[in-house]
């Protein structure tokens, strides 16, 4: 796992994006999204190679997890629907990524994922409905392939739907639209088995994560500030990473 270096700086950024694994996995299997939007911008403080494959990777399992522990709450056809949408926009994006180089994608990636804050919270209040989560998958295509944070314009289409069928349809169309995206990534040249070698490093993480989400989905008033928690943090890494690109392309 080269990507976390050598000695003590291995160990100190292996313990940190493990802790952020663990905690994007509770968040993810208790709410049906936040992984990507936490894990993200956090691993690519410690290592831009972490996004987007290696998030992308982390993502289908929890989402794995959480499918089939929800099952029984899944809508087929809003899965259905949110896959059509994000098939093509995946494609393009793993195309547009192929060309771009480390500098431009981390502006670009840390520009996404501030758009995505205020999606999140400000997003139209919206029934759901068959079109809606299409259109959703579009948008979900795009950012997912390109950040590995596609889960906001599902969360905004879904909103108003029982938070049981909420949280596990979403975990549904997010498992196999990340299977999407990686299969474009691959077909690209941007997802290989460097990705799939850190995501194993990994993966405990996501297991410690879904197993103690069982403890916060029962917890009272959690959601609350755990949501607001989530997209403070998704800020702050946004803007170091701007900010570190700015640096490196001389601008400030």
Not at 114 to 137: E, N, T
Not at 175 to 188: M, N, P, R, T
Not at 232 to 240: E, F, H, T
């Amino acid at each position: 796992m080269e990507a976390l270096g050598d000695g003590g700086v291995f160990s100190m950024a292996f313990a940190a994006g493990f802790a952020v694994v663990v905690f994007a996995a509770i968040v993810q299997s208790a709410s049906g999204i936040g992984f990507g939007l936490i894990a993200a911008p956090l691993l690519a403080l410690i290592d831009p190679k972490f996004v987007p494959g290696t998030v992308i990777f982390l993502g289908i399992t929890v989402s794995l997890l959480s499918t089939l522990r929800d099952i029984r709450d899944v809508n087929g056809a809003y899965v259905a629907a949110g896959i059509a949408g994000r098939i093509p926009a995946a494609i393009f994006a793993a195309s547009l990524l192929a060309g771009l180089s480390e500098i431009v994608f981390q502006i670009l990636f840390a520009t996404i994922i501030l758009l995505a804050v205020p999606l999140s919270l400000f997003g139209p209040a919206l029934r759901p409905s068959v079109p809606g989560v299409a259109m959703a998958g579009v948008l979900s295509g795009f950012m997912g392939t390109l950040t590995s944070v596609g889960a906001p314009p599902f969360a905004i289409a879904l909103q108003n739907a029982p938070a049981h069928q909420m949280r596990a349809t979403l975990n549904a169309v997010l498992l196999l639209g990340a299977c999407v995206s990686v299969a474009a990534l691959a077909a690209f040249g941007s997802f290989g088995w460097a990705d799939i070698l850190r995501g194993l490093a990994l993966l405990p993480g996501v297991l410690l994560g879904f197993f103690a989400a069982r403890f916060v989905i029962r917890a009272p008033g959690t959601a609350g500030w755990l949501r607001y928690a989530v997209l403070g943090l998704c800020l702050l890494a946004s803007v170091v990473l701007i900010a570190r690109a700015a640096v490196a392309l001389g601008w400030i």
